[in-house]
């Protein structure tokens, strides 16, 4: 016992000493304007919890990377972008996750033969190729590289660190506590510039680009935290944060004015509704075929219709809605139509192997026609890209690009649909729903913006069907008495 007490005392004595010359010498640095040795302490934090504990470097991810900025925000001039800090985590917790692949042969080979592993390598493996054949190779390989430390790191490791099913919620509420602040600076932002139509676009920054990813994100946890308030958590003290934290989330959507995010969330509950009273498919498809036969038949008297919509985008939120199909006059909703028609333009040059991924918005500008250029349109094609996920990868990757695409969405669909009907127990039930309805938010907002090629959007969306994967692996025969509060 004497024995263990010296060790002790040594120990203690010596971090004492330790942090004295730490503190000596970062103080003499600043002294000489040298302040990168001040961030030492944290940086060797970070790498004991990669050593020691890798699933609280994934939930850490999470926290960071709505609070990332990007570093030509922060005046840092790069060949690549990067958000700090979230991507080097995400590069560091890819290569760690590669070299335990090689050396641990316990894996658990239903996550690399899932379904819904199985499309994603069809996925990426058609955008390696079609990188091969791109217009600007260096730039398609530098987007297949990004979109790699997004998807090994999050979806891959991921359904290993939600075999622990208490992870699961932890890496929504790491994700929203970012977010918790990230709003509370871009209401006052709002507030400061008068609640404005034309503010709402900006105040977000430096954290989100613009009010549409911003709001992308937001309608994606909004019906995970309702699905928490209303029936996941039974203690008074849990629903009532939580359903603050939901009116936090309803706030700052509303203000977004992003009227994609608005719709999407209206899509889901849709679906809820679609799944909860057991609609069969065949109905929906039926429903779906005359709905589009009624749209192809009066197809003029609907163009003549939203042509007579002089509603442009507003402070007031009813006219706002309005202007949602007014094709006339919204710069808006007209330079995204340029770009879905510049995208299919470039489909019929290229529709086999595309341009090649991330290519689209320095080849889009000849493939613009005149009668469709805005206000907003430039000849250089320098102002983003095709404002549709499922448009772009056609454009950039071809026809069997978003066939890729649509077929990993079909298998999530398909496995988050079996949960919910073959899961007993009611909790994890619950969990795989609203995980379900939230990323069915960003299905439908796919088809007006792309937001993957970022952390913000790629983190949530692949870590969501990440925790839907593990489910379908770990968590279906779970009893209730396994699954905790």
């Not at 990426?124 to 790191?153: G, H």
């Not at 007993?424 to 619950?430: N, P, S």
Request: proline share 3%.
């Amino acid at each position: 016992m004497l024995k263990s007490w010296t060790s002790n005392k040594k120990q203690s004595l010596l971090a004492i000493v330790i942090s004295i010359m730490y503190m000596l010498v970062n103080s003499f640095l600043i002294s000489q304007e040298v302040y990168w040795f001040s961030v030492l302490p944290a940086v060797l934090i970070i790498l004991m919890v990669y050593i020691f504990a890798l699933d609280k470097i994934y939930l850490l991810i999470a926290f960071f990377t709505p609070l990332a900025i990007d570093m030509s925000e922060i005046g840092i001039k790069a060949n690549i972008g990067l958000s700090l800090p979230s991507e080097p985590l995400l590069l560091g917790l890819m290569f760690l996750f590669i070299v335990k692949l090689f050396f641990d042969k316990n894996f658990d080979r239903r996550i690399f033969t899932h379904p819904v592993s199985i499309s994603i390598y069809f996925y990426l493996i058609w955008m390696f190729l079609t990188s091969l054949t791109s217009e600007y190779p260096l730039v398609s390989f530098k987007f297949f590289l990004a979109r790699l430390w997004f998807i090994i790191p999050v979806y891959f490791f991921g359904i290993m660190v939600f075999k622990n099913f208490k992870n699961i919620p932890r890496f929504i509420w790491a994700y929203v506590l970012g977010l918790f602040i990230v709003i509370p600076w871009t209401i006052s932002q709002h507030a400061i510039n008068g609640f404005t139509d034309h503010a709402a676009h900006w105040v977000m920054s430096p954290f989100f680009n613009d009010h549409t990813s911003y709001g992308a994100v937001l309608a994606m946890f909004i019906p995970i935290i309702f699905g928490f308030a209303i029936a996941y958590y039974k203690k008074s003290t849990q629903k009532f944060f939580t359903a603050l934290a939901l009116i936090i989330l309803l706030t700052a959507i509303y203000l977004s004015i992003s009227r994609a995010a608005w719709a999407s969330i209206i899509i889901a509950m849709g679906i809820f509704f679609l799944l909860r009273f057991r609609i069969r498919i065949s109905w929906i498809l039926s429903a779906a075929a005359i709905f589009l036969f009624f749209i192809f038949s009066f197809q003029g008297q609907i163009m003549m219709k939203m042509e007579k919509n002089k509603q442009d985008s507003s402070d007031d939120f009813v006219e706002h809605v309005k202007s949602m199909s007014n094709i006339a006059t919204d710069a808006s909703n007209l330079e995204r139509i340029n770009r879905w028609m510049s995208a299919i333009r470039m489909f019929k040059e290229r529709p086999i192997q595309g341009w090649g991924p991330g290519t689209y918005q320095f080849v889009y500008a000849p493939f613009q026609s005149v009668e469709q250029k805005t206000v907003i349109s430039t000849n250089v094609g320098n102002r983003g890209t095709a404002h549709s996920e499922y448009l772009l990868a056609l454009a950039e990757q071809g026809i069997i690009g978003i066939l890729s695409f649509v077929i990993l969405l079909l298998l999530i669909t398909r496995t988050a649909i079996h949960n919910y009907y073959d899961i007993a127990d009611q909790k994890v039930r619950l969990l795989g729903l609203v995980l379900f309805l939230g990323l069915t938010t960003y299905f439908a907002h796919a088809v007006f913006n792309n937001f993957l090629d970022t952390d913000k959007m790629a983190v949530p969306f692949f870590g969501i069907i990440a925790a839907i994967v593990a489910i379908d692996i770990y968590h279906k025969e779970q009893i209730e008495d396994e699954v905790p509060d």
